[in-house]
């Protein structure tokens, strides 16, 4: 993969959305070359209001409040309106969905945007300030629409105004509300089925008869991470025996549960308590690939009864990618690098090491193993390793705010990524 891609700073990975029939292969993010602008600015995010709303410093020192052109998340600080979200019910299992979901937005554009340098491009079809006189703009992030990115990923709607990248933000919501995606989820709060452990009929047709929907792997959380498994017949499936499984291996095997015609099961990544519409796998950390994975169901036989198939599946079985440097920080642990697995199986980074062009070098500890899809954060400061983060142990910043370059290597010195900014 070396010299595969140059990034700036910071870089935001634009997430690929499946549709309820496969991947959404059709879809274009718009770039920030082709959205029609008229000018364009380079701030700091300070603060992320909520999940569609942040505070900048511009590069003078000067401050301003930004509302994202085009977009509407959830409202996190006040009354929810189910009414705003298509198909969406006026139900209180549904106002608390959109409220969770709006928490999720919020948390979402918190991980990706706050303390990042971005850049704000402004539409010369839609005002430049809003009703209560924030800025209107596209959130540029290395040439990625964060706008978009909520919209396809499911965490905002389409907000009915006037703007020029309007049709490709609404082919994306379409995609996200296909596959009943974060809040699109909403729609049915209660996750659909019957709700009981009792069967619809009392015929019991076979496992032939189940369809795996979709998989929704960019989830917030472990349990957010699920699949949905229908079926397609007009008799009730009994599950005992069939086995959920990925690419990797990770898998489920149901038991004690039969679904009623037209019935819907959600398989959660987590941990949980099973009942007729909800089953845990018991992981405790992500297994569903966000850029391609391939999921089977297998009846207790050993058939196949249906695989589904989203994004790159082929890919190999782990892959360490760089996603971004964070070189313009303010402490030592907030100057860090982003590493994921973007293959389809966990991989072992015992004696990887990440080294900076100065040869500032950090080797990974013995059986620290990254899942497929996981991503790893190493700060520059010290703390204490976890699977989330690990530490380099330094008293100074390594990273050079003008440009560097991060490279990984393998134990024997091979490189696997590079990434200069």
Known sequence: MVGRKLLTAVMVVAMV?????????????????????????????????????????????????????????????????????EGVPDTQASRECLEAAGENAS???TDRLAGRTVTLQFDNQADRRGYYGRLLAYVQVNGSNFNYDLV????????????SESESFYNAESAAQAAERNVWDCRTPDDGGSGDDSSDNESSGDASALSIAWVNAEG????????????????????DGVTLSDAAGHSHTFSGLTLGAGDAVYVHTG???DDADDRYMGYEMEIWNDDGDTATLTAANGTVVDEY??????????????????????SLNAERVKLTNTGNGPID??????????????????????????SVYVHTGSGTDD????????????????????????????????LSY
């Open 152 to 163: 396809e990923t499911g965490h905002a709607r389409v907000y009915d105004s006037t703007f």
């Open 271 to 273: 941990s949980g308590t």
């Open 309 to 330: 198939q989203y994004g790159d599946a082929s890919g190999a079985p782990g892959e360490v990618t760089i996603e971004w440097v964070n070189a313009e920080v303010d």
């Open 349 to 374: 980074l015992s004696g990887y090491t990440l080294s900076d062009a100065a040869n500032h070098e950090f080797a990974f500890p013995d059986g620290f193993t990254l899942g497929a899809g996981e």
């Open 220 to 239: 917030d959380s472990l349990n957010d991470e699920r699949v949905k498994i229908e079926t397609t017949g007009s008799s009730s499936v009994t599950l």
């Open 387 to 418: 699977s989330d983060d690990l530490y380099m142990g330094y008293e100074m910043e390594i990273w050079n705010d003008g440009g560097d370059t991060a490279t990984v290597r393998t134990a024997d010195g091979a490189v696997v990524d590079e």
């Open 107 to 109: 948390a979402y554009a």
């Open 17 to 85: 959305a499946t549709a309820a029939t496969g991947s959404v292969g059709a879809l274009t993010a718009p770039s920030a070359d082709a959205t029609t602008a008229v000018s364009e600015t380079t701030v700091t995010v300070t603060n992320v209001v909520d999940g569609d709303t942040v505070d900048i410093e511009y590069q003078n020192g000067s401050t301003d409040t930004v509302r994202l052109l085009g977009v509407d998340t959830p409202e996190t600080y006040g009354s929810v309106s189910p009414g705003e979200f």
